[in-house]
C-alpha cells in the first residue's frame, strides 16, 4: 500500500476520527483521496518527502485525474482533501507552508437542489383511511415517523440513526442534534410530532442493552442506515417523479419548503446545521421562482 511511504497520512486519519470527530463516511472520503494521491507520488516521483511535494507536482496529479474524466466536483473533493492533510502537516510542524495556496479549485456548474413538491408531501403523509402509504403496523408507524421527522427537521441520514432517546425534550419542544464535527444543535418539534415519537417509543420491542437509539428494528438493534435509505426511496416513488429519492431530498424539501414561505435565510441556515451561509443560499432560487411564477400570474402587464 503507497501510504506505508507516508505514514502521516494514517496520523492524519486518526486525527480526523478522534479529536474532529468526523463520520466514518467523511474518514474514507479522506483515505480514499489521499492513498491516491499516495500511489500517484509512488509510481510517478519515487514517493518525495511530504516536505518536498510542491504545487506543480500537485497540479500534475489533478491534470491526471481531469485527463482521467473526473468531474470538477469530484477533483474539487480530492483538492479538499489536501488542503485540510497539508493545514494538518503545518500544525505539526512537519511542513512551514502549504503547497495548496496556489492550488485553484476548478469551477462547478451550481446544480439547484430537488425537493418534493408540496402537494406530493401532502400526499405522502395522508392518514385518510385507503389512501395511507404506510401500514398500520408497528414497523408501518415506525417508517411514517421517519420520513416525517426527515421532513419537519431537515435531519441528515447519519444524525438520524444515530439520534438517542435522551436527545427529545418533549418539555421545551424541541430535540438536540448531533451533527457534522460533533457539532449540536437544537430544532423545534411540534407537540403532534414529539408526542407520536414518544408513543412510539413506548410501544417499540424492548431494545438490547446500551441501546438508547430513538429507533430500532423487531430485536430493539439500532436500524442500517441501508435501511432507511430503502425505505425513504420507496415511499417517495410512489409521489413524486424527481430522479432522486433520497433522505437528502426531504433535507432539501424541508429548507426549500421554509424559504418560500418567508424564513429568515440565516435561521434555515441554524437548523440545518451549515457552517456558512453561502451552503444555504442555493435555497433562495426556489423562492425566486415562487416570485417570478406569482408576479406572472398577477401582475397585468406581466
Partial sequence: MPTTQYPQIHQFLQYLRFEKRCSPNTIISYQNDLEQFCAFLVSQYSAPPIAEITAPLVRSWLAELKGDKLTAKSINRKISALKSFFKYMIKQGVIKQTPMAVIVSPKTAKRLPAFVADNDITTLFDEEEG???????????????????????GMRLSELVNLQVGQLDAPNGHIKVLGKGNKERIIPLGKVLMGDLQNYIATRPPTQPGVGNVFVNSKGKPLYAKYIYTLVHSKLAQVTTIDKKSPHVLRHTFATHLTNNGADLNAVKELLGHSSLAATQVYTHNTIDKLKDIHKKAHPKA
Fill in 131 to 153: 389512501k395511507s402509504l404506510f401500514a398500520d403496523t408497528w414497523e408501518g408507524r415506525m417508517g411514517r415517523l421517519i420520513l416525517l421527522l426527515f421532513y419537519s427537521t
